[in-house]
T-cell receptor, first 116, second 117 residues
Framework: GEDVEQSLFLSVREGDSSVINCTYTDSSSTYLYWYKQEPGAGLQLLTY?????DMKQDQRLTVLLNKKDKHLSLRIADTQTGDSAIYFC????????????????FGRGTQLTVWP | GAVVSQHPSRVICKSGTSVKIECRSLDFQATTMFWYRQFPKQSLMLMATSNEGSKATYEQGVEKDKFLINHASLTLSTLTVTSAHPEDSSFYIC?????????????FGPGTRLLVL
């Protein structure tokens, strides 16, 4: 599968902004995703960005994509304690035939802790 | 957004028994579903791709005879852990692939926690 690099931990104070970064080793996907996992729960799709976009804003979330550097980031404005979770940016897996078939490969994610 | 359910949410079984986990897409049809396994504080590991009406595609290192996958309808995929052993204890998560026009997204179920004694 494809590799992704993320910091394992991020701590912020409530009300501050959080920035979670991902760097891929390779990606030729049409879409790039951000998922959130709360303790003991499944994954929730937060947002996604089309690969020909540089930025997408969705309420408190801003996604930035630098295709040249293979760098994806998620900014959470006015971070709340309810944002505490693990955040994943899975790059798609590419089959030998060149199709992603929707397969995603996950790293360990970034554990975001928000302090009141 | 699209909803995916899993049943059961939690199961405890004795070593040697088989356990079936269901994954359902509640408000959309999914020709492709995926099964993941997650150990504590570890990443999700893709186990297999479940294809409606055909055989599942397993990732390298995943035993197909150990983890039986059946995708009998467009809204249901099942994973059966056969002859479960304590090392199979894990958090199993499924996802359903939704393609709408040019966009495609995976929606995840809430997960099933399996404990094998």
């Amino acid at each position: 599968g494809e590799d992704v690099e993320q910091s394992l931990f991020l701590s912020v104070r409530e009300g501050d902004s959080s920035v979670i970064n991902c760097t891929y080793t390779d990606s030729s996907s049409t879409y790039l995703y951000w998922y959130k996992q709360e303790p003991g729960a499944g994954l929730q799709l937060l947002t996604y960005i089309f690969s020909n976009m540089d930025m997408k804003q969705d309420q408190r979330l801003t996604v930035l994509l630098n295709k040249k550097d293979k760098h994806l980031s998620l900014r959470i404005a006015d971070t709340q304690t309810g944002d505490s979770a693990i955040y994943f940016c899975p790059p798609p897996g590419i089959t030998p035939g060149g199709s992603t078939l929707g397969r995603l490969y996950f790293g360990r994610g970034t554990q975001l802790t928000v302090w009141p | 957004g699209a909803v995916v359910s899993q049943h059961p949410s939690r199961v405890i079984c004795k070593s040697g028994t088989s356990v079936k986990i269901e994954c359902r897409s509640l408000d959309f049809q999914a020709t492709t579903m995926f099964w993941y396994r997650q150990f504590p504080k570890q990443s999700l590991m893709l186990m297999a791709t479940s294809n409606e009406g055909s055989k599942a595609t397993y990732e390298q290192g995943v035993e197909k005879d150990k983890f039986l996958i059946n995708h009998a309808s467009l809204t249901l995929s099942t994973l059966t852990v056969t002859s479960a052993h304590p090392e199979d204890s894990s958090f199993y998560i499924c996802s359903a692939h939704l393609r709408q026009g040019a966009s495609e997204t995976q929606y995840f179920g809430p997960g099933t926690r399996l404990l094998v004694l």
